[in-house]
Each structure stands twice: as C-alpha cells, then as structure tokens.
C-alpha cells in the first residue's frame, strides 16, 4: 500500500466490519443516504473492512448500493450453504478477550485455530459468494483499501489497486472470520477477516479533513476514532436486529430496510460534514 498523499486526502469514509446483516445495513444506509443527496461513494478515499469491504467495493466501483437490497446475491447453487462453527468462533473469542495476549500474539493464536479450518470447497464457494456480492473483477480507479491478516504470521495487511491481487479474493479474505467463513489463500498463505487488524481500521483514514465512519458493531466494540469523525452507528432497535444474526433472506431485507429508513435523520447530520472542501470557500 501507497501511503504517499493520504495526509492531504479531503473526504474519507470507512466502512467496518458487521457480519452478514451489517452488510445490508451498512448497504440500506448509503443507499438511503444517496437518495437523500448524500453520496458517500464520493470519498477519495474508501477503507472497507469485512462487511465494509463488500459494501465499499460495490461503491467504489460506481455501482448503486440498492442492488444489495435482496439476499439473493449471497446465493451460491453450485453446493450446500457452508455453515458456522460455533466452537471456533467461540475459541477466537476466547483468545480476544485475553487480556494477557498483545494484539500480535492474539492474531497469530487466531491464525493458528483459522488453518485447521481450510476448506477448499468452502473457499470456493465464499468467493463466488463475494464475487455475485460486489459485481466487480477489477479495482476501482477511486482508492479503495482492503485491511487482511496474514493467517500464519498474524501480521497485518492493507491491499489496493497497486498490490496485485484479485478484488474478490481481497473481499472474501478481509471478510473471512474464523469460524465462519475459511482462510483465503492469496499468494500461496492464507489470510483472515480485516477486523483483526483493527477493528473499524480507522487509522487508514490519515489526517484526512472529513472523516466518515460507518460501523455496524459500534455498539459491541467502541474504539479510538479520528479526530472530529462523524460516526455512523445502528439504533438501538436495529441493534438487536443485528446482534440476533439470523441468516434467513428476511432478516436481510428488514436489516437493508433498517439502514435505509435511518439515512434520512443521518442525512442531516451529514451534509455539512459530507461537502467537498471546495463547497467550503
């Protein structure tokens, strides 16, 4: 990753990590938000975490988030859903909640329980999954960083346009947790979900002049942001929607429905923090 220039960036937006119904989310709330004349596909610069990644990639790419208001596109005919494990999950948990571990260790402990999960089949399918998800083969010209972890090494990575590796499988990677999705092999080593780099990634933003932050999870996990980010974050009640994690195609539209009813307060609240620094002079 270039970080040439990111010191001098305008506007950034982040989207972080949600899971499954924090993708819908996060997709009803931008696409709201666009129909209330508030395109946050207009950022310079786009960091997409997990869930973020999906949502960011589709954006940065010019798309319109409404495509993702059905579940459909999770739709993969070619093999049985691959299904969670909850007794990784909850081994990684585990492991992140330890508060004698520092954040390297815990990641390569993570990476460690994730390998004895590869699953080629599972692999496949989490890739065309995401490759039907973001309707895109190659990276946008608008900058768009995708944050990884290196399974084995636990050492973090932010791909983009410059790194040689292909839009989906920087997706499915960054949006691999153990557990739930498999490691993704890129390169020959195998990476994990981007949150555990660092959450949201916020740190990508720079000393950018506006910084947007859509996190569906900012209820569960609260973190440093940037100095005078505008966050966006779930109401209480979509809070319990998301937190329930049902995988079941209505839950998906009420989560997208959700996001798209809240951009009209967020709008508000927005569009002065949203305009380009020349709409300031």
């Known amino acids: 990753m270039d970080t040439d220039g990111m010191h001098d960036l305008d506007r950034v937006l982040v989207l972080g990590p949600g899971g499954r119904l924090g993708t819908a989310w996060t997709a009803g ?9 508030v395109d946050l596909g207009e950022a310079d610069l786009i960091v997409g975490t997990s869930a973020g990644a999906i949502v ?12 993702l208001a059905t579940v459909r596109r999770f739709a993969n005919a070619s093999s049985a859903p691959h299904r969670p494990d909850p007794a990784v999950t909850g081994a990684v948990f585990a492991v992140l909640s330890d508060p004698g571990l520092d954040p390297a260790d815990a990641r390569r402990r993570v990476g460690r329980i994730a390998l004895e999960t ?10 065309a999954q995401r490759a039907a998800l973001i309707a895109a083969d190659s990276w946008p010209r608008r900058p768009l960083l995708i944050p990884a972890v290196d399974a084995e090494s636990g050492e973090p990575i932010v791909w983009d346009a410059t790194a040689g590796v292909p839009l989906v ?9 153990p557990g739930i999705e498999p490691p993704v092999a890129v390169d020959g080593r195998r990476y ?29 996990h609260p973190h440093p942001t940037a100095d005078g980010a505008h966050i ?11 937190d329930a994690e049902q995988s079941d195609p209505e839950a998906w539209k ?27 002079g």
């Open 56 to 67: 960011g990639a589709v954006i940065a790419t010019g798309q319109d988030p409404a495509r």
């Open 29 to 37: 709330l931008t696409a709201g938000l666009r129909s209330f004349g």
């Open 254 to 280: 009420a989560a997208y429905q959700a996001g798209e009813d809240q951009a009209g307060a967020a709008a508000e609240g927005l569009r002065a923090h949203w305009r380009p620094a020349s709409a300031h």
């Open 192 to 220: 994990l979900d981007g949150a555990l780099r660092a959450g949201t990634n916020t740190d990508l933003a720079g000393d950018a002049r506006s910084v947007v932050v859509v996190d569906p999870l900012a209820h569960r």
């Open 118 to 127: 590869v699953d080629a089949e599972a692999e496949n399918q989490l890739l």
């Open 232 to 242: 966006l974050a779930p109401d209480p009640a979509v809070v319990r929607l998301l």
């Open 169 to 177: 499988r920087a997706v499915a990677a960054s949006s691999a947790f």
